[in-house]
Each structure stands twice: as structure tokens, then as C-alpha cells.
T-cell receptor
Framework: DQQVKQNSPSLSVQEGRISILNCDYT??????FLWYKKYPAEGPTFLIS???IKDKNEDGRFTVFLNKSAKHLSLHIVPSQPGDSAVYFC???????????WGAGTKLIIKP | GAGVSQSPRYKVAKRGQDVALRCDPI?????LFWYQQALGQGPEFLTY????????KSGLPSDRFFAERPEGSVSTLKIQRTQQEDSAVYLC?????????????FGSGTRLTVV
């Protein structure tokens, strides 16, 4: 049973527009969420995180929103740039434990 | 070094062969993790070290998998009698902290193919 789900395997967005990547989770014990970005042949790179005590965290062009009641989080990228084309992974942990549970990833393609 | 270094980048092993995968974490990083990533999936936790102590090995899929970090820096993941289902990318990550506030730094991984 997948505890972290990214239901969209891929997403295509026009350059300059907003990219919205979604993630759902089932474990109500999760209290810390992270987004990682991955380019081909490289390891994942930490992007942004959010604790369950917040519902929004912003860092430059990247904003993560957390809806605890819906067990849903989303990553917004505004404006989208060609270099944002990558696979984005959502990951979660319980009690800020070191062990992360990952989604399967969403491939974001930014069209010029 | 500046980042987490893993070697080899690619490894092809015949079924039944033993393999050893190396991870050089960022100097001074206390925490070290191994993850396994199958094709089209997210990484799955294998094991965790804090310095030289292996605090959690609950993710190791079988007793054919063994990890060590004897001096609290370089770590080796060993897989004995490899099977086709072991084919995956093995990712190593390190962190200066024991919490998640800043995420981990991952290496580029070792892609293991068992034929």
C-alpha cells in the first residue's frame, strides 16, 4: 500500500506559467514533508520542505501548500523556467524521523 | 569533497555474483543513508548510520544485503549472491544533522544491473 502517492506521472507546462505538482498521503502520522528535484543520471536534490504545523512555505519561485484535512500537498513553481524540467518527488516522514517515504515522482516538462 | 560521491556509477553483475557499492559522504556529515530506487519508483529506505553506528537496517530486503561504515565516514553496501530483483539504482545520502530540516544531500547513485 503506497503511503505517498503522486498520481500524475508527467506534467507539461508552458514556460512562464505556473506549474502545480500534487501529492497525496495516507498516513496521518506524517508530520514533515519534503520535495526533491531530480535530473537524469543525478541524485535527488532537496528543494523545499514543510512541517505539519504550517500550511504554506515559500522559497523564491517555489511554494509548498499543505492541506492536512485532505492529506494533500502541492508544489507551485511560478514562473516556470526551462531548467525546472526534471522529475519531482514528494517525500514524507513521521515525527520528523530520518526515514523518508517517497512518492513515485512526476516528470515536469517545461515547453518553450 | 564537495558532494556525496558514489562508485562505481554503473555495475553489471552476473546472477549469483557478490557486489560492493561505495559511498563517500560529505566530510563531517554525521548521518548516512542508503536507498534503493527501482525503475519508475521513488527511493526506498534501506539503512541508516549515525557516525559508525548502524541505527536502523529495517529496510534491507534480505540477509544478502549488508552495509557498514566502520570509521564513520566511507560506507559500503554489499549484496551477496545477487538476484535479478536487485537491479536498481542504489542511492547514498548524507546529512550534517540528524533531523530533516534541510533534507539530505544525495549522491548520483550506482545503477546495478543483474543479468
Amino acid at each position: 500500500d503506497q503511503q505517498v502517492k503522486q498520481n500524475s506521472p508527467s506534467l507539461s507546462v508552458q514556460e512562464g506559467r505556473i506549474s502545480i505538482l500534487n501529492c497525496d498521503y495516507t498516513n496521518s502520522m506524517f508530520d514533515y514533508f519534503l520535495w526533491y528535484k531530480k535530473y537524469p543520471a543525478e541524485g535527488p536534490t532537496f528543494l523545499i520542505s514543510i512541517s505539519s504545523i504550517k500550511d504554506k512555505n515559500e522559497d523564491g519561485r517555489f511554494t509548498v501548500f499543505l492541506n492536512k484535512s485532505a492529506k494533500h500537498l502541492s508544489l507551485h513553481i511560478v514562473p516556470s523556467q526551462p531548467g525546472d524540467s526534471a522529475v519531482y518527488f514528494c517525500a514524507a516522514s513521521a515525527r520528523s524521523n530520518y526515514q523518508l517515504i517517497w512518492g513515485a515522482g512526476t516528470k515536469l516538462i517545461i515547453k518553450p | 569533497g564537495a558532494g556525496v560521491s558514489q562508485s562505481p556509477r554503473y555495475k553489471v553483475a552476473k546472477r549469483g555474483q557478490d557486489v560492493a557499492l561505495r559511498c563517500d559522504p560529505i566530510s563531517g556529515h554525521v548521518s548516512l543513508f542508503w536507498y534503493q530506487q527501482a525503475l519508475g519508483q521513488g527511493p526506498e529506505f534501506l539503512t541508516y548510520f549515525q557516525n559508525e553506528a548502524q541505527l536502523d537496517k529495517s529496510g534491507l530486503p534480505s540477509d544478502r544485503f549488508f552495509a557498514e561504515r566502520p570509521e564513520g565516514s566511507v560506507s559500503t553496501l554489499k549484496i551477496q549472491r545477487t538476484q535479478q530483483e536487485d537491479s536498481a539504482v542504489y542511492l547514498c545520502a548524507s546529512s550534517a544533522r540528524v533531523d530533516l530540516n534541510y533534507g539530505y544531500t544525495f549522491g548520483s547513485g550506482t545503477r546495478l544491473t543483474v543479468v
